[in-house]
């Protein structure tokens, strides 16, 4: 008996039809991501750039780690907002050619170190809390928002998910915040 050498038609549309999905053309895809529409360039045009400064450990013992992980974990925050045109670090030499520009400052109020071991074992006790201040002033110093925002670590979790709670409720927040509409 002879074997069939010839491959059978829906086996070829198969293939095709598979390589055409896992392999999409992406030339449409790119030229349109570099075309912002009229919407986009208005909204970048009405947003404000904010700079964050190093978070003051106020009157707490709060590790620097701590205050580090407060701090970038505000970046990503503020970042995933999309409200803020520019999310700037403390020191950033491109910060002074922004005209509109609005500093974070962030105050640490009250800390109460917790347990992971105690979270894990009894429910009740070894929670971290963060109590913050933060404050977005103008370049003259000039409030324009306020809040006393906290962080916290009840059950299950590392110590430093409190910083990216706090993190998380100050850029919402200030996300809810009418300071930044136009």
Do not use: W
């Amino acid at each position: 008996m002879k074997a069939n050498k010839r491959v059978p038609a829906f086996v070829i549309v198969a293939a095709m039809m598979v390589t055409a999905v896992a392999h999409p053309p992406q030339v449409y895809a790119e030229n349109r991501a570099k075309q912002p529409s009229a919407v986009d360039k208005n909204l970048t045009s009405l947003q404000r750039s904010v700079q964050i400064v190093q978070v003051d450990p106020g009157d707490t013992n709060l590790s620097a780690s701590f205050q580090i992980a407060i701090y970038e974990s505000l970046l990503d925050e503020l970042n995933k907002t999309k409200k803020f045109k520019h999310v700037l670090r403390d020191g950033e030499r491109s910060a002074s050619d922004i005209p509109d520009l609005l500093t974070l400052k962030t105050k640490i109020e009250r800390y109460t170190a917790g347990s992971e071991t105690q979270r894990a074992v009894t429910t009740v006790s070894g929670a971290t809390k963060l109590t913050v201040k933060s404050q977005l002033c103008t370049r003259d110093g000039q409030i324009v928002f306020e809040r006393t925002v906290q962080g916290k670590v009840l059950f299950i979790g590392s110590n430093l998910r409190a910083t990216r709670n706090l993190a998380r409720n100050v850029a919402k927040s200030i996300k809810q915040s009418p300071v930044l509409e136009p």
